[in-house]
């Protein structure tokens, strides 16, 4: 199942600092995607026709301050990303709907979860964010500003860092699994995202076992091995009140890339076997 043929259209819908960017495929049973950080609504490209082939009307926002996005005039906590969302799917018509979120999409969508209680109807959390760990949450907590200089040095980096942690086996080139399309897609992203820290910053202060604790809706954790999420992902299950998590095999932080087919496979199962009906 491909999907291909099914059109992903775009458009804006407002909230209160302003309009958010969408893609949209479908007619269906509404579903919300939204992406991790330094990217942008594109990261779901493959997988929109494919959704839409399910049945679903899969909206991709762009976050606030990323993509083609309004930037809030105030750095927001996570709270007010997940209040902005919310008035996104007020404006987006969505009475009742399902949630994907990545990494960042994830921390920043249960946020809107547990601000709208019973209209979602379920929650799904592709690497769920690893702030628990220390050294992790430093990072996040500590980020700053990019500079993009004359030398470049933030572009190259992001370009290298990206094939490197999408890699299958670095030393044999042949197997990795990124490819210069996507290469191209996330470096677009990231020199849209304007005041990235923000997004860093609101995750590391937000304290997300609380957070998971909140989220009341079937839950769905998954992930494959060479996410650097995996394994707090697969122990985030106990911090949910009604979650479980799947594992998919050899799969990165581009899972949605790598395998189209089978995460939709995966999100759809669980959709139908376990959301609120």
Same mark, same amino acid.
């Given at each position: 199942? $491909?999907?291909?043929?099914?059109?992903?259209?775009?458009?804006?819908?407002?909230?209160?600092?302003?309009?958010?960017?969408?893609?949209?495929?479908?007619?269906?049973?509404?579903?919300?995607?939204?992406?991790?950080?330094?990217?942008?609504?594109?990261?779901?490209?493959?997988?929109?026709?494919?959704?839409?082939?399910?049945?679903?009307?899969?909206?991709?926002?762009?976050?606030?301050?990323?993509?083609?996005?309004?930037?809030?005039?105030?750095?927001? =906590?996570?709270?007010?990303?997940?209040?902005?969302?919310?008035? *996104?799917?007020?404006?987006?018509?969505?009475?009742?709907?399902?949630?994907?979120?990545?990494?960042?999409? /994830?921390?920043?969508?249960?946020?809107?979860?547990?601000?709208?209680?019973?209209?979602?109807?379920?929650?799904?959390? #592709?690497?769920?964010?690893?702030?628990?760990?220390?050294?992790?949450?430093?990072?996040?907590?500590? /980020?700053?500003?990019?500079?993009?200089?004359?030398?470049?040095?933030?572009?190259?980096?992001?370009?290298?860092?990206?094939?490197?942690?999408?890699?299958?086996?670095?030393?044999?080139?042949?197997?990795?699994?990124?490819?210069?399309?996507?290469?191209?897609? $996330?470096?677009?992203?990231?020199?849209?995202?304007?005041?990235?820290?923000?997004?860093?910053?609101?995750?590391?202060?937000?304290?997300?076992? *609380?957070? *998971? *604790?909140?989220?009341?809706?079937?839950?769905?954790?998954?992930?494959?091995?060479?996410?650097?999420? #995996?394994?707090?992902?697969?122990? /985030?299950?106990?911090?949910?009140? =009604?979650?479980?998590?799947?594992?998919?095999?050899?799969?990165?932080?581009?899972?949605?890339?790598?395998?189209?087919?089978?995460?939709?496979?995966?999100?759809?199962?669980?959709?139908?076997?376990?959301?609120?009906?």
């Amino acid at each position: 199942m $491909t999907g291909t043929q099914i059109p992903v259209i775009r458009g804006y819908v407002d909230f209160e600092q302003g309009q958010m960017h969408y893609l949209s495929a479908g007619r269906g049973v509404p579903l919300l995607l939204l992406h991790a950080t330094s990217d942008a609504a594109s990261m779901w490209e493959p997988i929109l026709p494919r959704l839409a082939a399910l049945g679903y009307h899969a909206v991709a926002l762009d976050m606030p301050g990323c993509g083609q996005s309004d930037l809030p005039a105030h750095q927001p =906590d996570g709270p007010a990303y997940g209040r902005y969302l919310a008035q *996104a799917v007020q404006g987006l018509g969505f009475q009742r709907f399902h949630v994907l979120g990545h990494h960042l999409g /994830a921390s920043l969508g249960a946020q809107m979860v547990r601000q709208m209680g019973e209209r979602v109807l379920s929650f799904s959390a #592709y690497g769920w964010p690893n702030v628990d760990n220390r050294a992790y949450g430093e990072v996040l907590r500590g /980020a700053r500003p990019r500079s993009f200089d004359r030398a470049g040095e933030v572009v190259k980096g992001h370009w290298v860092r990206r094939w490197e942690m999408s890699g299958r086996e670095m030393a044999d080139p042949s197997r990795n699994c990124f490819t210069e399309a996507m290469a191209v897609r $996330t470096m677009i992203a990231l020199l849209q995202c304007r005041h990235w820290e923000w997004l860093y910053q609101a995750m590391g202060h937000t304290d997300h076992r *609380a957070l *998971a *604790a909140g989220v009341t809706c079937p839950t769905l954790l998954f992930a494959g091995p060479r996410d650097h999420n #995996y394994v707090e992902t697969k122990e /985030a299950v106990a911090d949910f009140p =009604d979650a479980r998590f799947v594992h998919m095999d050899d799969v990165g932080v581009d899972a949605a890339d790598e395998e189209p087919d089978a995460f939709c496979a995966v999100l759809h199962q669980f959709i139908r076997d376990h959301a609120r009906r």
